[in-house]
């Protein structure tokens, strides 16, 4: 089996008839930052110690601060933010929830459950 096959991926239904679509949990995981972090309000992704370490180390981690379940086609993803100081949290929720289901519909065919979201911290 190929490197790409042994890490945590699963298959996408596609039915062109030319071969098998799979996509890795961490390829979702960093569709979700890089959509969350495209949201007018969003200061950054906020990641725990493991993850500041690793970028202090000077590797990026683009996928810091989310986690994704996968199952029969369908995605659950939580995501911690650092907001921008002088937003309404609702609305930039509201933004990043439907900015996040949108981007991972369109990118990967895979169905979103729920976009779960906490607050870490807010930038002054």
């Known amino acids: ?38 949201v007018e309000g969003v200061a950054s992704m906020a990641g725990n110690l493991t993850h500041e370490i690793v970028a202090k180390l000077g590797m990026k981690n683009l996928s810091k601060g989310v986690s ?16 921008e100081y002088g937003y309404s ?6 933004k990043v929830q439907e900015k996040v289901k949108t981007a991972i519909e369109n990118m990967t065919a895979l169905q979103v459950l729920d976009v779960n979201i906490t607050i870490a911290d807010i930038n002054m």
């Open 1 to 38: 089996m190929s490197k790409e096959l042994e890490r945590n991926t699963h298959h996408i239904d596609i039915a062109n008839g030319l071969g098998e679509v799979h996509i890795a949990d961490e390829v979702v995981a960093i569709i979700v930052a890089l959509a969350a972090t495209e």
């Open 68 to 83: 994704v379940d996968i199952k029969d086609n369908t995605v659950s993803a939580t995501l911690a933010l650092n907001l």
């Open 89 to 94: 949290v609702p609305e930039v929720c509201k």
